[in-house]
């Protein structure tokens, strides 16, 4: 009795096998990312595979080859295995990049943020350079146009999003009819039309215990602050990102993959250079960065001189380089530092100095072409409160 010679694989086959090879750091497989350009089988059962790399130099190249080659090997007709390696062009890389995106997407955990939510997060590659100080004036001016915006302050090692905004209360939880732990209240202000609700850790520990807290402990509690907290319906969430790259913003990554990223720099081109590793940083875990922020922009005085005290060009050239939009340049004016350390954000505290109007000027972009917001309801509320006014306003 004679052995069965199998016959080689047909190429659909050949792709099912290579289907099971996930890219290790996109956590998606390299077919449906579209490395895979080519599969041929000859009629002896030799297989060529044709693998694109996101980059030439990939350093996951070796590891890819053996997960394909061990793969396509299983099929008992084939009797040998050649790769040929390609590289991306930056169409194709940016492709990956959106599959990556949409199914890190259907992998996320659930959280309390609705699907409806436009998730910014406010990071810069160090710190000072006003993250937190743009997330509340931010959020005010968002909520002013008539938006619920929620603020988490992630910055859970150096919060200060609740001075920021002149909150102290502890957080209280409350049962909720389904869940079987109380989920915990954000404290709420009402702005214009709009509302902002706040939560950080600095609602939870005292400022100075904070620094006992351990990193794993921290990271943990901004996903407590993603699944346990009553959020309601929100437009917009605005994360205020603690300075550098790490746990928190991977964690964040995981948790909501469709948070967009916001750089904020100062107009130094030193600091562009931090701005860009934030921002690198947000490539890899698939962040889309949505814009640049330059703050402390040149400072007028009343004279009408401008004095560009922090370097000039840095946002623009961190935008250039990133290739986002650079949203706003907000002007270094003590009104700002006045407002944080009043607990009123300038926004609300001086609408009528440039720093306000920036903030202003920059929701509105935010609003009308970066990140319109999802929510249709939240919308035509607005469209509705706009017919008002003008309603009002009519003699
Ligand atoms: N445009 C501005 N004009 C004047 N002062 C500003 C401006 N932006 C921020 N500041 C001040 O600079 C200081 C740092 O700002 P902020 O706390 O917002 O930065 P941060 O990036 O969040 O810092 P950290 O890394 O410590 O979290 C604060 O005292 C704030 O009031
Ligand atoms: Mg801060």
């Not at 199998?6 to 086959?13: D, R, Y």
């Not at 702005?191 to 990271?219: C, I, K, N, P």
């Not at 949505?290 to 004095?307: L, P, R």
């Amino acid at each position: 009795m004679g052995r069965v010679i199998p016959g080689p694989p047909t190429v659909e086959e050949v792709r099912q096998l290579v289907s099971s090879v996930v890219d290790p750091e996109l956590g998606v497989d390299i077919v449906t990312l579209g490395m895979v350009p080519r599969i041929e089988v000859s009629d002896l059962g030799r297989v060529t595979v044709e693998i694109k790399l996101t980059i030439g130099g990939c350093p996951l190249r070796g590891q890819i080859s053996r997960e394909v080659q061990s793969r396509v090997a299983v099929h008992p007709g084939v009797t040998s295995v050649d790769l040929e390696w390609g590289e991306m062009t930056a169409e194709e890389r940016s492709a990956v990049m959106t599959t990556a995106r949409w199914a890190a997407r259907d992998r996320a955990p659930e959280t309390e943020v609705p699907a409806g939510c436009r998730v910014l997060a406010v990071a810069s590659g160090k710190g000072g350079v006003g993250k937190s100080s743009v997330t509340v004036n931010l959020a005010v001016a968002l909520a002013a146009e008539g938006f619920t915006v929620g603020v988490l302050d992630a910055d859970i090692w150096g919060f200060s999003v609740p001075r920021l905004l002149g909150l102290s209360d502890r957080l209280e939880a409350t049962a909720v009819e389904g869940r079987d732990k109380p989920l915990i209240q954000p404290h709420e202000i009402p702005v214009g039309r709009g509302r902002v609700r706040v939560v950080s850790t600095g609602f939870l520990v005292e400022e100075d215990t904070a620094l006992m807290w351990r990193g794993l402990m921290l990271a943990k509690a901004v996903e407590q602050f993603l699944r346990d907290v009553q959020w309601g319906e929100l437009d917009y969430l605005l994360v205020d990102m603690p300075p550098g790259t790490g746990d928190v913003q991977m964690g964040l990554a995981r948790l909501l993959p469709r948070t967009d990223l916001i750089v904020v720099t100062t107009p130094a081109l030193a600091a562009q250079k931090v701005a860009a590793r934030a921002a690198d940083m947000a490539r890899r875990s698939f962040l889309r960065v949505v814009g640049v922020i330059e703050n402390m922009s040149s400072f007028s005085c009343e004279h009408g001189t401008s004095y560009a005290l922090f370097g000039e060009g840095g946002g623009q050239a961190l935008a250039d380089e990133i290739g986002a939009p650079l949203l706003g340049r907000v002007p270094l004016e003590p009104a700002v530092a006045r407002g944080g350390d009043a607990g009123r954000p300038v926004v609300l505290a001086d609408p009528a100095s440039p720093a306000a109007a920036e903030f202003r000027s920059i929701a509105r972009r935010l609003i009308d072409e970066v990140v319109p917001p999802v929510n249709m309801a939240g919308c035509s509320a607005r469209l509705l409160a706009q017919v008002a006014a003008a309603l009002d306003a009519a003699p």
